[in-house]
Nanobody
Framework: QVHLVESGGGLVQAGGSLRLSCAAS????????MGWFRQAPGKEREFVCA????????RHAESVKGRFTISRDNAKNTVYLQMNSLKPEDTAVYYC???????????????????WGQGTQVTVSS
C-alpha cells in the first residue's frame, strides 16, 4: 500500500493552467501504476488519466485529451497532472490513485486502483 498526498489545486480562470502533484510514500513507487480521477459536485467520480509503472504508456479520458497530460518522476516518487486550457466543467475534486497493475495499458475504472489520496479541489471560473 502507498500513501498518496495531492497538492496544486486551486482557483483558476477558464483557459488557464494548473499542475497537480501527487507524492507517494510507503512502498516502491516504480512498482505502481498511477492515475487521476475526479468528481464534480452532484456527479459520479470519473477517470481522468493514468500512466504505467515506468511511464511508458499513458491513457487519457476523451474529455481531457489534448489538454491534460499525466507524467511521473520515479526518482521523486511523484506523479503530475498538467492541466491546460481549463474549462468550468473541469471543476472537481481530483484524486490521485495507485495500483500494482501489470497490464500493458493502465486501468480506467475505480475498482482497478487500490490506493487513493484525499483529493484536491480544482475550481475553474468562467
Amino acid at each position: 500500500q502507498v500513501h498518496l498526498v495531492e497538492s496544486g489545486g486551486g482557483l483558476v480562470q477558464a483557459g488557464g493552467s494548473l499542475r497537480l502533484s501527487c507524492a507517494a510514500s510507503g512502498r516502491t513507487f516504480a512498482g505502481y501504476a498511477m492515475g487521476w480521477f475526479r468528481q464534480a459536485p452532484g456527479k459520479e467520480r470519473e477517470f481522468v488519466c493514468a500512466v504505467t509503472r515506468r511511464g511508458g504508456i499513458t491513457r487519457h479520458a476523451e474529455s481531457v485529451k489534448g489538454r491534460f497530460t499525466i507524467s511521473r518522476d520515479n526518482a521523486k516518487n511523484t506523479v503530475y497532472l498538467q492541466m491546460n486550457s481549463l474549462k468550468p466543467e473541469d471543476t472537481a475534486v481530483y484524486y490521485c490513485v495507485a495500483d500494482q497493475q501489470f497490464t500493458l495499458v493502465p486501468g480506467s475504472t475505480e475498482n482497478e486502483y487500490e490506493d487513493w489520496g484525499q483529493g484536491t479541489q480544482v475550481t475553474v471560473s468562467s
